[in-house]
């Protein structure tokens, strides 16, 4: 079984609508989850970080984790045309260096295009 | 807001050849990754480096890759001997120790082996 599985798409929606993206996961050490964004040829950009269970809201954004379930959401709400991007979940394990978070498991990330 | 830059943004080498991908971190941070993107495929780890030493390393991170951190603001990726399947985009992250923060990444050096 992989780490971190995430639907690759392509996933296309209309803009305005609800995006709803998921990572399933086997490890049940991973205690910090993030969202990152990426464009094309640019390096992955920071959208949501979540330590343990729970729901974070910022902006247009929803991250939701449920480690019983060992499934993580992200939210996209009143989509736009500049949220087109691949969309990678991430998630790492404490490691014990002053209760950093360890080396990121990537899922494969989810593209998504949002149509005007 | 501080950024990761990572320099060059695309390196041609012959295989066999010695590259050199640089990193300049956020400057308080003190956790620094190299992570790298096969065309296709998912990020991987391959290193993290703290207090000048690794920390942890892949089953990629072989003989073949070192880490140096030369001074106080560089981070640097060598691979000895290129070869084909070298050839991936290379991010260098960093974050900061305490209070669990983040990794941001660099935009990545695309590296092409020929």
């Known amino acids: 079984q992989k780490e971190v599985e995430q639907d690759p798409g392509p996933l296309s929606v209309p803009e305005g609508a609800i995006v709803s993206l998921n990572c399933t996961y086997s490890?049940?050490?991973?205690?910090?989850f993030m969202w990152y964004r990426q464009y094309s040829r640019k390096g992955p950009e920071l959208l949501m970080y979540?330590?343990?269970?729970g729901n974070k809201e910022d902006g247009r954004f929803t991250a939701q984790v449920d480690k019983s379930s060992k499934y993580i959401s992200l939210f996209i709400r009143d989509s736009q045309p500049s949220d087109s991007a691949t969309y990678l979940c991430?998630?790492?394990?404490?490691?014990?260096?002053?209760?950093?978070?360890?080396?990121?498991?990537f899922g494969k990330g989810t593209k998504l295009s949002v149509k005007p | 807001e501080p950024e990761v830059t990572q320099t060059p943004s695309h390196q041609v080498t012959q295989m066999g050849q010695e590259v050199i991908l640089r990193c300049v971190p956020i400057?308080?941070?003190?956790?620094f990754y190299w992570y790298r993107q096969i065309l296709g495929q998912k990020v991987e780890f391959l290193v993290s480096?703290?207090?000048?030493?690794?920390?942890?390393k892949s089953e990629i991170f072989d003989d073949q890759f070192s880490v140096e951190r030369p001074d106080g603001s560089n981070f640097t990726l060598k691979i000895r001997s290129t070869k084909l399947e070298d050839s991936a985009m290379y991010f260098c992250?960093?974050?900061?120790?305490?209070?669990?923060?983040?990794?941001?990444f660099g935009d990545g050096t695309r590296l092409s082996i020929l």
């Open positions: 992250a960093s974050t900061r120790i305490r209070n669990n923060q983040p990794q941001h």
């Open positions: 490890n049940s050490a991973f205690q910090y």
């Open positions: 979540t330590y343990s269970s």
């Open positions: 991430a998630m790492s394990a404490s490691v014990d260096y002053g209760g950093s978070q360890g080396n990121l498991i």
């Open positions: 400057s308080n941070h003190l956790y």
């Open positions: 480096f703290y207090n000048n030493e690794i920390s942890e």
